[in-house]
């Protein structure tokens, strides 16, 4: 059964970094789209950033642009989600997901859709607060 554990949350001065980690098992397929999801108290869960597992095809919310990377390490089986500059708003529990696909064409829309996972980890808190 795949499975996702996720690492890295805690609290963070406004300007700070923190860096998250993802590592997934379980996998049936070369082809999966796996990203960062976050949910606010009181606000809808949003999608930050997905990466696919061939290419290195990216998408970022616009919120998170330029302030988030999200990278791949093949041999640790690991995902990672750098996030700097954070703000007050970055608040929230920060969720790794995934979807497996069956073709590269397929794969390359879900990440750019970075939606309908259907896998998910327990999440992680980040806090960003002075």
């Known amino acids: 059964q795949l499975q996702l554990v996720e690492s890295g949350g805690g609290l963070v001065q406004p300007g700070g970094s923190l860096r998250l980690s993802c590592t997934p098992s379980?996998?049936?397929?070369?082809?999966?789209?796996i990203g960062w999801f976050r949910q606010a108290p009181g606000k809808e869960r949003e999608g930050v950033s997905c990466?696919?597992?061939?290419?290195?095809?990216?998408k970022y919310a616009d919120s998170v642009k330029g302030r988030f990377t999200i990278s791949r390490d093949n041999a640790k089986d690991t995902v990672y989600l750098q996030m700097n500059s954070l703000k007050p708003e970055d608040t929230a529990v920060y969720y790794c997901a995934a979807k497996q696909s069956r073709s590269l064409a397929i794969l390359q829309i879900l990440v750019d859709m970075c939606r309908g996972m259907d896998y998910w980890g327990k999440g992680t808190l980040v806090t960003v607060s002075s």
């Open positions: 379980g996998f049936t397929s070369d082809y999966y789209a």
């Open positions: 990466i696919s597992s061939t290419d290195g095809r990216t």
